[in-house]
T-cell receptor
Framework: GAGVSQSPSNKVTEKGKDVELRCDPI?????LYWYRQSLGQGLEFLIY????????KSGLPSDRFSAERTGGSVSTLTIQRTQQEDSAVYLC????????????FGPGTRLTVT | AQSVTQLGSHVSVSEGALVLLRCNYS??????LFWYVQYPNQGLQLLLK??????LVKGINGFEAEFKKSETSFHLTKPSAHMSDAAEYFC????????????FGTGTRLTIIP
């Protein structure tokens, strides 16, 4: 079956521009997670959705980062006024339930801020 | 808060030799533990997980891991390395409080010597 998909796969943007990254989770998965993978920080949690609500936003690094999820499905991570330190691979994962469910990862979006 | 330490950022083994990747965790509550594998330019794939059902966990591709509470360890092993095992491996921990966001180790890059 279809796995988690993310778009775009690569994004190059100029410093100061806004970007939107999209995640399509596995159909029926209620839990959705965003992570960031960078050389300096490794893999770090950003935000968790259960349905359309985000009970845990503790990993968002600044108020330039926001995310939403609509219809209990697609999620968008938005980074405003991008900085060079935002360059990283952004990974999305979904899980069939918040507890005891495996997380299935998408291929990621590689963001490069020039 | 929970954390994971992976000993050895790079491990090299000969084809056919034992693979041992080390992971130690810290958690104030019973943890869930995971091993993920990442091939170049791909997302994370779950190898195996421990969720308190059994201390010896078997995963895909011939990998297994043993949960040792007394040593706070969850080392990954494979009896005989194959060239296709070359990848980066991440140990991760989560706890069932609020949500199951993953806290990752820094990763171990496994190289297989022909």
């Amino acid at each position: 079956g279809a796995g988690v998909s993310q778009s775009p796969s690569n994004k190059v943007t100029e410093k100061g521009k806004d970007v939107e990254l999209r995640c399509d989770p596995i159909s029926g998965h209620t839990a959705l997670y965003w992570y960031r993978q960078s050389l300096g920080q490794g893999l770090e949690f950003l935000i968790y959705f259960q349905g359309n609500s985000a009970p845990d936003k503790s990993g968002l690094p600044s108020d330039r980062f926001s995310a939403e999820r609509t219809g209990g499905s697609v999620s968008t991570l938005t980074i405003q006024r991008t900085q060079q330190e935002d360059s990283a691979v952004y990974l999305c994962a979904s899980s069939p339930r918040p507890f005891g469910g495996e997380q299935y990862f998408g291929p990621g979006t590689r963001l490069t801020v020039t | 808060a929970q954390s994971v330490t992976q000993l050895g950022s790079h491990v090299s083994v000969s084809e056919g030799a034992l693979v041992l990747l080390r992971c130690n965790y810290s958690s104030s509550v019973p943890p869930y533990l995971f091993w993920y594998v990442q091939y170049p330019n791909q997302g994370l794939q779950l190898l195996l997980k421990y969720t308190s059902a059994a201390t010896l966990v078997k995963g895909i591709n011939g990998f297994e891991a043993e949960f040792k509470k007394s040593e706070t360890s969850f080392h990954l092993t494979k009896p005989s390395a194959h060239m296709s095992d070359a990848a980066e491996y991440f140990c991760a921990v989560s706890v069932m409080i609020g949500n199951e966001k993953l806290t990752f180790g820094t990763g171990t890059r496994l190289t297989i010597i022909p």
